[in-house]
């Protein structure tokens, strides 16, 4: 059985950073891509990121440049490192595993003065 666990999300003010933290159990990690989406509210879940088992890397162009995923597979974590954000990064941020289809359950991320 997969579980993705999320962690690290708050509240914090523009211009802010935060690092989501995301650890996977049940199954070898290093193996599969894994990725960052987030859900505002009245919209659709959208990709954030994503990282491969090689460690190449994709990012929404919104983030591009201010986020960046990494991943630990000595510790089965993926990593989301947000920094500069704005009021329109507020959403809930979910943690991601193509292969399978799983979910962690999510974080809130709220940016806000």
């Known amino acids: 059985q997969v579980q993705l666990v999320e962690s690290g999300g708050g509240l914090v003010q523009p211009g802010g950073s935060l690092r989501l933290s995301c650890v996977a159990s049940g199954s070898i990690f290093s193996i599969y891509a894994m990725a960052w989406y987030r859900q505002a509210p009245g919209k659709q879940r959208e990709l954030v990121a994503r990282?491969?088992?090689?460690?190449?890397?994709i990012y929404a162009t919104s983030v591009k440049g201010r986020f960046t995923i990494s991943r630990d597979n000595a510790k089965n974590t993926v990593y989301l490192q947000m920094n500069s954000l704005k009021p329109e990064d507020t959403a809930v941020y979910y943690c991601y595993r193509n292969f399978g289809g799983y979910w962690g359950q999510g974080t809130q991320v709220t940016v806000s003065s």
């Open positions: 990282i491969d088992n090689g460690g190449s890397t």
